[in-house]
């Protein structure tokens, strides 16, 4: 039996899919969510998450970290297609550009930050399913980048108290190369 096309759906923010099955989507018209402090994304998901795979573009500004520093009993996988960022990876600084590929296996402490003079862009993969853990550790390296926990916590509400939430929003001219 044939796997059926997703329809796009319009909304506020953006083209999403609308249930299961295969779809294209340009990253310009997906809906994307954005954050003063932790850069802009888009995991051209709607309601419906993918099942197995995470799949994300993000955008940061010099000095935007991504996240907060953590580890995960998943395994997850970067590529910076254009900018520069720094990566935190176990505690130690990594100056990235383009093509650079970082790979975390499960439980690898890590982070990004926006560097240089422009957006960075990095695609981020990681496998989802049930049973996954996180760890937020308090990192100094991290928290000199405003990237670190406050507390050591498995809570990812409480390791992101201090931001406000990100809000939906479209794609905006300038975000991706």
Partial sequence: MPVPE????ATDAGLVPEGEGWFVLNARDAAWWRSDDLG????????QHFSELGFHVEVLHPGQPNCMY????????????????????????????????VHCPPWAEHV???????????VMVGRRGSGGKILYPVSEVAAGHGASAE????EPREAYARFEQPSRTRYQEGWLP
């Fill in 151 to 154: 507390a050591e916590t498995h």
């Fill in 6 to 9: 997703a329809p796009l759906v």
């Fill in 40 to 47: 802009q994304a888009t995991t051209f998901e709607g309601e």
């Fill in 70 to 101: 953590h580890g995960e009993s998943r395994q997850e996988d970067f590529l910076v297609v254009s900018g520069e960022c720094i990566a935190i990876v176990e505690g130690e600084e990594r100056h990235l550009k383009a093509w650079d590929f």
């Fill in 112 to 122: 990004f930050v926006g560097a240089g003079d422009g957006p960075c862009v990095i």
